[in-house]
């Protein structure tokens, strides 16, 4: 019996798990998703890639990534998004 609860205990917390995924296989965030930086600024730039993990831990909510305090963006499991932005610090988090 302790065995089988052990083995389920397991079973349960690997159906949580979630699994990385390379920037180049995840599927880009649609376009209505991305709100803010997802234009080239005029001046010298940087790129910020964004790639969420697939799997089942969260995978019923989309996660906001908020940047310079503003919403930028709703990113499901298993995609990718890019913000440009200005050269220079950016305080950035999800949500």
């Known amino acids: 019996m302790r065995l089988f609860v052990g083995a389920v205990a397991i079973a349960l917390l690997a159906g949580c798990s979630t699994s990385p995924v390379s ?16 234009a080239n600024p005029k ?3 940087g790129t910020v890639v964004v790639t969420r993990d697939t799997g089942f831990l ?4 989309y996660v906001a990534i908020h940047i310079d305090g503003k919403f930028a963006a709703r990113i499901d499991t298993g995609e990718v998004a890019k913000f440009f932005l200005s050269i ?3 305080p950035s988090g999800s949500a």
Not at 23 to 38: D, L, Q, T, Y
Not at 58 to 61: A, D, K, L, V, W
Request: glycine share 24%; charged share 20%.
């Open 23 to 38: 920037p180049g296989e995840a599927r880009p965030v649609p376009k209505n998703r991305i709100v803010a930086f997802s």
């Open 43 to 45: 001046e010298a730039y």
């Open 58 to 61: 969260g995978g019923g909510c």
């Open 88 to 90: 220079g610090g950016h």
